[in-house]
């Protein structure tokens, strides 16, 4: 009975992200699933998943063709490959959004003291501060810039904290960022990390991906790592 229901299972998530990728390609029920894998390679989460999605669809051609009677199954997936693929399922069909990361954004203004900054950014780890010119949005200052100006003012083995906070985007090269929207999924923000021509020091999430709104959350890299590797080990298997 449990070895029916796995099989089940299997199929009916295999027809799910079968039925997805037909509609997410475009294309009528004559395109094989291998070849409406290949269409979609560009699609972040068909490109992480490209080598269990063959290999899913091979144990179903092997399920599918052996027999109806369950008796009789030579075949039958493991549970482990059962609860793969339903996770799989469920990340192209309903999929996780950089939503996840928001929260309060401590934000800087132009002529805030550097002495204030520099206290609030080390109480609360902040290594990306955006700052802002009144309710305009001026730049991103990271903690590569601020080094550069902390050796910039030693003078005798002592640090002059004078100053405002708009002097350390001179000091900035040019912090590479990217505005986007709470509807972004996580693997497209991961993938935009990895094919932005840019080297990106983070990426700035706002309700639609304006520099008009409300930062909602500054993201880095690793802030990115660490939620798909809590939440999908195999990625890094």
Do not use: C
């Amino acid at each position: 009975m449990a070895e029916q229901e796995g099989y089940l299972e299997f199929i009916e998530s295999f027809n799910h992200i079968h039925k997805y990728l037909k509609k997410y390609t475009n294309s009528d029920d004559n395109v094989p699933f291998s070849d409406l894998i290949y269409k979609a390679k560009g699609h972040p989460m068909i490109n992480l998943y490209l080598d269990e999605l063959h290999l899913f669809r091979k144990l179903r051609n092997i399920i599918v063709h052996q027999t109806d009677n369950f008796e009789q199954l030579v075949a039958t997936p493991s549970d482990e490959a059962v609860e793969r693929i339903k996770f799989i399922e469920q990340r192209l069909v309903d999929p996780s959004t950089v939503g996840v990361f928001q929260a309060e954004v401590i934000k800087f203004d132009m002529k805030d003291s550097i002495q204030e900054v520099l206290k609030i950014s080390g109480e609360k780890e902040i290594l990306k501060l955006p700052l802002y010119n009144g309710n305009q949005f001026s730049g991103l200052v990271t903690s590569r810039a601020i080094a550069k100006w902390l050796q910039k003012h030693i003078q005798n083995n002592n640090i002059e904290l004078s100053g405002t906070v708009g002097e350390l985007l001179d000091f900035e090269k040019k912090s590479q960022y990217e505005f986007i929207p709470t509807s972004m999924t996580i693997y497209e923000a991961w993938r935009l990390y990895q094919t932005s021509p840019k080297k990106l020091d983070a990426l700035l999430l706002t309700e639609n991906g304006t520099v008009e709104e409300e930062i909602k959350a500054v993201i880095t890299y690793d802030d990115l790592l660490r939620y798909i590797y809590t939440h999908d080990q195999y990625v890094f298997n």
